[in-house]
């Protein structure tokens, strides 16, 4: 079957998957009214096109960190990549490399973080929650750095993983076969201790993330790595700020896809306000229901550097592996040409605020 968007990946991934993993990917925290807030926000910005400029070639070229891109568009941290597909990360990679596109890799990714990087022809960054077990989550980061990864994503919106009603209605687990491989299996066992009515997955958080940190415990982990740091999970102006003031390069700009805080303002509405706290001391990226060319212009016009997609990712794996990721890559970027092209943009640089309106 011929996919024409992204919601067909997503149908033809909901027949593919067990239902248990189908929730615990696309279900959201509380309420889950975060799941319409982010798609809603996006609905409601329009675009202003310029007319009679030369579009004859477009560029969606963009530099992200040093590293470049052929579009401004990059594959968000999602967890066990192998509830999708046996060969996980690894088509992931394969997939971002033959795209020219970003990868950034959970900690709790399901294959090693040598055999991703071997797998790899594009820039890579590894995502990381704060353990309490300081030593594990150096290690981890010691070996991100052997193997070439380019950045480091510390997640800061989640002490503890929120209350998410379909994992604790299906007793959700990691199953049987997957694992986080690159931690310590004592850190990851509640992972895949599975209770009726609760989820493995955020009583391990409360066992494992460390809740207690702050601000000033980011220079333990700047003085120990010579890898840029990008703080992921920002939604204010006061905490763009303090990023910047404590030694972030990057920012992304999140509402974890609906999966923390609920009732929390959407990513998008955040990004203005955002981008004009950190100016041009930091790249600033956003995530959170992306689905189409015109989300990704739109999110560019506001100020991000580049866009962070984790859902549609998974559905591409799920319906065809690493060809089925790239396909969804694919899709975004040209959806994006297409978008500048029919705005009068040739280029990224020239998506301005001013070509947005509510």
Partial sequence: MTQFSLHDYERAARARLPADVWD?????????????????????????????????????????????????????????????????????????????????VSMFASRT????????????????????????????????????????????????????????????????????VNLDPEIMSASHTRRTGDSAVARHSREQFDASITW????????????????KGILTAEDARLAVRYGAAALVVSNHGGRQLDFAQPAITALPEIADAVG?????LVDGSIRYGADVVKALCLGATAVLVGRPLMWGLAHAGAEGA??????????????????????VRQLRRAAVTH
């Fill in 24 to 104: 615990f990917l696309a279900g959201g925290s509380g309420t889950e009214s975060m799941l319409m807030a982010n798609r809603t926000a996006l609905d409601r910005l329009r675009l202003r096109p310029r007319c009679l400029v030369d579009v004859s070639h477009v560029d969606t070229t963009t530099t992200l960190l040093g590293a470049p891109l052929s579009a401004p568009i990059g594959i968000a941290p999602m967890a066990y990549h192998q509830l999708a597909l046996p060969e996980g990360e690894v088509a992931a990679a394969r997939a971002a490399g033959e795209t020219g596109s970003l990868l950034t």
């Fill in 280 to 284: 041009d001391r930091a790249q600033v």
């Fill in 216 to 231: 000033s415990d980011l220079a333990w982990l700047t003085e120990r790595t010579s890898l840029p740091l990008v703080l």
């Fill in 113 to 180: 973080l040598k055999d991703i990087a071997q797998a790899a022809t594009g820039p890579l960054w590894l995502q990381l929650y704060w353990l309490r077990r300081r030593d594990a989550l150096l290690d981890l980061v010691q070996r991100a750095e052997d193997a070439g990864f380019q950045a480091l994503v510390l997640t800061v919106d989640a002490p503890r993983v929120a209350r998410r009603p379909r994992d604790a209605r299906n007793g959700f687990a990691v199953p049987d076969g997957i694992r986080a």
């Fill in 326 to 347: 790239a396909a969804v890559l694919r899709h975004l970027a040209e959806e994006t040409e297409e978008t500048m092209a029919l705005m009068g943009a040739p280029a």
